[in-house]
């Protein structure tokens, strides 16, 4: 396990390659978020938390040359059968599309908690009244109990207020990831402190 965080220069290159990815999944949901296109999530997919956590799955076959990955998100829906978080949701859309996938295949995932609330032109988070203790109860906790600036980066602390990183798997993730780990020891967890992922910790399965 890396602690402290490791800047993105020292990571091993098949850490970098995820860390590109999950930084492209970020950018992408940034630019939607931007133009106002995720009008859905706030009304009913986010609407508990308003928090995003985004996912990458970085997967390899022993007779493939290069990974592929796959991207997850969580969904809040307000069922009997509750939420399903981003790493369950991502693992699950890697075996629809490819049904023969080992656990063994399965590398490494990047986990990284964003927000639906866009920053304000001085980098803060645009202010919102906090949810409601019925709205807290389904908020995961990060391993810290607060975003941090990363010293390399150089910005306001402030530009990150409302994200969750770095963020740990919930009970039902961490079991599932368990599962894979058994199989395959060398699977790592990947988080960040922040959304800017200019550095990143990397975490064995416990």
Known sequence: ETRPPVPYEELDSSYKVLVDEIRKHKE???????????????????????????????????????????????????????????????????????PSLRRQDLRSIAVLSMTLDKPSQNGDE??????????????????????????????????FAGELNPIQPCG????WLKKIAEVNPTFKVMTFPNSDCLEAFVHEVS
């Open 28 to 98: 992408q949901f940034v630019q939607a978020r931007a133009n106002n296109a995720v009008e859905e999530l706030n009304k009913f997919w986010l609407r508990k938390t308003r928090k995003c956590v985004l996912s990458v799955l970085m997967v390899q076959r022993p007779d493939e040359e290069t990974p592929r990955f796959f991207r997850g998100m969580n969904l809040e829906v307000s069922m009997p059968t509750g939420s399903l978080c981003s790493e369950r949701n991502v693992i699950g859309t890697a075996l629809a599309s490819d």
């Open 126 to 159: 645009t202010p919102r009244l906090p949810p409601s203790p019925e709205r807290q109860r389904f908020v995961r906790r990060p391993r810290s109990q607060s975003s941090t600036c990363s010293v390399h980066s150089g910005t306001n602390p402030n530009k």
């Open 172 to 175: 039902a993730c961490l079991e």
